[in-house]
Structures are given as structure tokens and as C-alpha cells.
């Protein structure tokens, strides 16, 4: 046989390792079909164990219908890009159903059926500019028993809750029916008229809520808590009667759940405010279940609240002067949110205002579980010093002394319980729980409302929530768990995609205290400059104005040199502020660009040591 010239050996080498290379390529996507490494910190494209429980709890298939104009994005890249992440979503939900849900994707061009079948199900159209195009992105969930709900916009904006939405679609359509949720509210959380008369959609805790289950407002004092509810929320109890609490603590001894807000100074709640009357602010506005807490051991004082130093969230009480850090309005972190419980690990921060403390009675029977705590630096205050103290929040550290003592701000009470009613009796009446009971109260009721946790925008007609507090998840796990829906819990406080400069962000802080310091020197010497200046220019007594002295033009001239100073101190704080950034973005510019060069250059020279080691070696 006749060897191959030299020449065309390294050839061939190379045409059976293309070969290879395609051959090893097409039998990986047959063997490794759906099979994905993410590395990334928060395994953020992984489906959560929640999800993945309520497909393995499918019992009827399940199809979802994905109505995308895909033509119509042709010119939105970014949004092309954020399209393609849903759909790669909803093809992992599908691929880890075991069959169970299947997934169609439908393009609903103009004047087709699709399209027809799209506004039936009532998807959102958005226009796009002048062309006439129409965008559609919804989706629609519909099951073997003509059962169907629909998304009917997913927008970019709450990408964060794309898997928390898309899983609760789902669990919509795997149960006939839906949780009954029972509530009684002294605030106006629910739809209502504002004071102007035109109609209010309600907070945004309670538009949510009402989605995911059977909402009932009970109104007035109700006597009795029906069979059929599975969780009972208590919102602001304000004097509620002994007939409704003996309601209440009846239900939670059949078995039944309860979620309580009470507060020492609901903010919320203006319903006694006058505009006429200034007295009326005066009006407690505190609420308390005060023979059910009592009989129960739980201990609530509704005249107190909690001052925290180191939580303290600025404010601005005067929209003309500077930010000042509130003691009653405060912002917990991770480090004071219990971390072992579904409703309040993973948050990251939970604002509340004007809160009170919680304590468990010596004699009590039930055992508490703190959910949210204050720090060391904490005191208690009476609500009339608080509320005293509206206009100047400073005053609030005049005699403040931090306790050390962190108090418990939420808490769940759990174990058995007898009631708190004992001279009661009857042919229905539970003396004592049959089955541990679970109790979740909240001392504040302005943790539920929207100016401490959302911000609410429009977009085409459809409300768009930007949350910058995890207050709503904090209540939806509170809800879904004394349901017994743990599964979403999982899906809904995983850890969002967007990570912040944590260097830049403590930098820009240090420095922002550096110039907020001067600045208030600097208006504390203007200040007392223009009341110099008063001084002088008051006419004498015969109304004509007294010549300046020497001395007091001097000083004059001093201070004048002395603004000059602190106002050219101010920029150059500001000029190291943006040096420090600048210098962190251009050390992290340089690691990007030659940092993978270095390793690739270290892990070659690696080798070729190896390599001459080897060589050394067999020499020898």
C-alpha cells in the first residue's frame, strides 16, 4: 500500500478532527439535550424547589399558550433579548413536568385566528410607534376542565417575579378551587372611593392578595367566622367588640389561622382627621385585641412604640431642608429577620413606621417565634412624643437611651391554646384547641400600606409595581404559609438577578456623610451671617440706617472669605467622591481586560514546564 505523501498527513489530521468536532457536537445535543451548569451566585436560572413541587403535584395536563409578535419586536433587540428569556423559562417548566404541561408558542400576526384568539383571552395589545404594529407578549394557562387564567402582559419591568408569576398560574390551575381568605379591616385596603369621588383600586398588598385567593370583606362586627375559611387577617382591629373577639378566638381554636395587624399609631389611618379641627390629629389611633392578647399571653402595649437607632430611615419632614433619620420609621435587614422561617428568610429589608413590641406572657401556653426583630439600639417611646415630634423628627434623640434590648416587632405563636373566654359556654363553644394553633401578629399596620414598600406607574392602562421593600413579600409568605402554600413561598423571595456596587455604594455613603456634615456647618454659619446682617441694617432710632464700624465690615469681609472656603471644601469632597469611584471602575477595567490574558499566559507557561519537566526526566 502506498504511504500518504508528508504533506498531506497534517491535512487529513485536520479533516478527521472536524469530523470529530461534529460528530462530538451532534451526539452531545442528543445525549445532553435540556441538561444546563448555571454558575451563577444565586443559581438564578435554576427553577426553584417550589416550582418544581407544584409540577410534580400535577394531576391534569396542563398547556400553556405563549402569544408572542415575534415580527413585530424586529427593531427591539432588548426586548427580543428579554423574550427569549421567558421562552427559555417556560421550555425548562415544561421539560420538568414529566409530561404534565406542554407548552405552544403562537405568533398572532395581524387579521389571523391567533390574533382573534388572543384579544378573546384578553391579552394586552401594545401599539408600536407609527407603523400600526401591535405587540403582543401574555400568556395563558388552560386545563383539562375548561379552567383558564392569563398573564396579559409580561412586562420587562417585573422580570424579578417572572417564575413566581408563571408558578402561580399554574397552581391556579391545578386546584378546583381557590383559599378563602376572610378579612376584617379598619383601613381602607380594599377598592373604595377616595375623598374626591373617584374610584380607588385599594393598596397594592390587597390587589394581590385578591388574585391568588376568595377575598371576603366582613363587614361590621361579625359574631361568627364560617367553617370554609381557611385564614382569617385582622387589619387595625379598632374596638372591636367582645361578641366578634369570642368569634375569633373560636375559629382559631376549631383549627382555624389567623393574621393580625395591630398598631400604636396606624398612620394609615385618617378616618378621625378633621382638616377643620386641628385637635382631631390629637385622636389615638391605635388598635388592639386587648381580652383575646390578654387571655392568650401575648403581650402588646397599644400607648408605646419602638425608637431604633440603627435602623432609622431618613425622611423629610420639610421639603425645603435636609433629609433627616427618622427613629420611629425603620428599615430591618436580613440580620433581624428571622433567617429558619418560610415568611421572613431571604428578604432583604422590611420597612415599618411607628411599630410596637410584642412580648409572651410568664403564664402563657404558646411559644413565639420572632419574625422581625429591632437592634440593640433600641428604646421605647410614647406615641403622643412620637406624634409630637411629626415636624422635627431630631427631637426624638433628646433623652433617647438605647435599652440594648432587641424587641420583637412580628412574631408567629404557635402550641396549644385554651380559650380566652372561659366563662362561656354552649353547645358549640371550644374550651381548648384540638390541634397546635398558628397565630402570625404584626405590631404595625403601615407595613401593609403602599408608601413604604411600592411605587405604583401606569403603562398602557395596566399598573406597574417597582417595589423598593420586600413589605409584600413579607405579607404573601405570612399568607401563603398559614394556607399551607409553602411551594410559592420558595419561588417568590429568591434572590433577584441585579447585583448592586457594593464597594462604589459604601464609598458614595462615607463620602455623602463627609459633604453632608460641611454642608450643615456651612448652614449653620449663613444662617447666623444673615442674622448679623439684620442686626446692622436695623434702622436707628430717627428710621435711618447706622453706618458699619469698622470691625463689623471686617467681619463681614471674614465670613465672606470663609463661605468662599467651605463652598470650595464641598466641591473637592465631591471631586474625591468621583476620583475614589473612578479610580475602584478604572483597577476593575484594567482586572476585566488583562486579567484573562494573564491566566490564559500563567496556565501555558504551567505546561510548558510540565512539558520540560517530563522531557527533563526521561533524559535522565
Known amino acids: 500500500m502506498k504511504a500518504l505523501p508528508r504533506r498531506s498527513v497534517p491535512l487529513l489530521a485536520l479533516a478527521l478532527l472536524a469530523l470529530a468536532f461534529v460528530a462530538l457536537v451532534a451526539l452531545s445535543s442528543v445525549l445532553l439535550r435540556g441538561a444546563r451548569v448555571d454558575l451563577t451566585d444565586k443559581q438564578l436560572y435554576t427553577l426553584s424547589e417550589g416550582t418544581r413541587n407544584i409540577l410534580g403535584r400535577l394531576e391534569e395536563p396542563v398547556q400553556l399558550k405563549l402569544y408572542y409578535s415575534e415580527h413585530a419586536t424586529r427593531d427591539l433587540q432588548q426586548f427580543r433579548v428579554f423574550a427569549t428569556r421567558v421562552r427559555e423559562l417556560l421550555e425548562e417548566i415544561a421539560a420538568r413536568s414529566n409530561g404534565k404541561l406542554t407548552l405552544e408558542v403562537i405568533d398572532p400576526e395581524p387579521f389571523s385566528e391567533a390574533e382573534d384568539q388572543a384579544a378573546a383571552y384578553g391579552l394586552q395589545a401594545v401599539p408600536l410607534g407609527s407603523t400600526g404594529d401591535k405587540l403582543y407578549f401574555g400568556l395563558v394557562g388552560v386545563n383539562s376542565t375548561d379552567g383558564e387564567t392569563a398573564m396579559p402582559f409580561i412586562q420587562p419591568d417585573k422580570e424579578a417575579f417572572l417564575e413566581y408569576d408563571v408558578a402561580k398560574l399554574v397552581s391556579t390551575l391545578s386546584v378546583d378551587t381557590k383559599p378563602v ?91 378621625a ?191 406597574v409595581y417597582n417595589a423598593f421593600a420586600n413589605n409584600g413579600d413579607f405579607v404573601f409568605n405570612a399568607v401563603d404559609n398559614l394556607v399551607g402554600n409553602a411551594d410559592l413561598i420558595s419561588v417568590r ?85 468621583n476620583a475614589d469611584i473612578e479610580d475602584l471602575g478604572q483597577r476593575l477595567k484594567l482586572l476585566n481586560i488583562l486579567g484573562m490574558p494573564a491566566l490564559v499566559v500563567l496556565v501555558a507557561l504551567l505546561v510548558a514546564w510540565r512539558r520540560w519537566s517530563r522531557r527533563r526526566v526521561a533524559v535522565a
Open 181 to 271: 381568605l376572610a378579612v376584617i379591616s379598619g383601613l381602607p385596603t380594599g377598592p373604595s372611593m377616595d375623598p374626591t369621588g373617584r374610584p380607588s383600586a385599594g393598596w397594592v398588598i390587597d390587589r394581590q392578595i385578591s388574585e391568588l385567593f376568595e377575598m371576603r370583606r366582613l363587614q361590621g362586627a361579625p359574631t361568627s367566622i364560617a367553617d370554609d375559611v381557611d385564614l382569617l387577617m385582622l387589619i387595625h382591629p379598632k374596638d372591636i367588640p367582645e361578641d366578634t373577639q369570642y368569634a375569633i378566638d373560636q375559629f382559631v381554636l376549631r383549627g382555624g389561622r389567623l393574621l393580625v395587624f395591630v398598631d400604636p399609631d396606624s398612620e394609615a389611618d385618617q378616618s
Open 273 to 463: 382627621i378633621d382638616p377643620l379641627d386641628p385637635l382631631s390629629r390629637d385622636i389615638p389611633r391605635s388598635s388592639d385585641l386587648p381580652t383575646l392578647f390578654r387571655g392568650w399571653g401575648i403581650e402588646f402595649d397599644p400607648t408605646r412604640l419602638v425608637l431604633d437607632d440603627k435602623h432609622a430611615l431618613q425622611v423629610q419632614p420639610d421639603p425645603n431642608g435636609p433629609p433627616v433619620r427618622h427613629l420611629a420609621v425603620l428599615g430591618l435587614g436580613k440580620d433581624t429577620l428571622n433567617q429558619d422561617d418560610v415568611v421572613s428568610a431571604e428578604l432583604q429589608t422590611v420597612h415599618f413606621s411607628s411599630v410596637g413590641a410584642l412580648g409572651l406572657a410568664r403564664e402563657a401556653t404558646l411559644a413565639m417565634e420572632p419574625l422581625a426583630q429591632s437592634s440593640g439600639a433600641s428604646a421605647m417611646a410614647d406615641v403622643a412624643a412620637v406624634r409630637d415630634a411629626v415636624a422635627d423628627p431630631a427631637r426624638l434623640r433628646e433623652g433617647f437611651s438605647p435599652t440594648g434590648e432587641a424587641y420583637v416587632l412580628a412574631a408567629r405563636f404557635t402550641g396549644a391554646l385554651k380559650t380566652a373566654f372561659p366563662d362561656r359556654s354552649g353547645k358549640d363553644h371550644v374550651a381548648a384547641s384540638q390541634s397546635p394553633v398558628n397565630v402570625i401578629v404584626v405590631a404595625d399596620t403601615d407595613v401593609l400600606s403602599d408608601r413604604l414598600w411600592v411605587q405604583v406607574n401606569d403603562f398602557l392602562g395596566q399598573p
Open 493 to 577: 423571595t429568591r434572590a433577584a438577578s441585579a447585583r448592586p456596587f457594593e464597594r462604589v455604594a459604601a464609598l458614595r455613603r462615607s463620602a455623602e456623610e463627609r459633604y453632608r456634615s460641611t454642608e450643615q456647618q456651612l448652614q449653620t454659619e449663613l444662617d447666623a451671617l444673615e442674622q448679623q446682617l439684620t442686626a446692622l441694617q436695623q434702622p436707628g432710632a430717627d428710621g435711618q440706617a447706622q453706618a458699619l464700624s469698622a470691625q463689623q465690615q471686617a467681619e463681614i469681609l471674614r465670613f465672606q472669605d470663609e463661605k468662599l472656603r467651605m463652598r470650595k471644601e464641598l466641591r473637592d469632597v465631591q471631586h474625591r467622591l
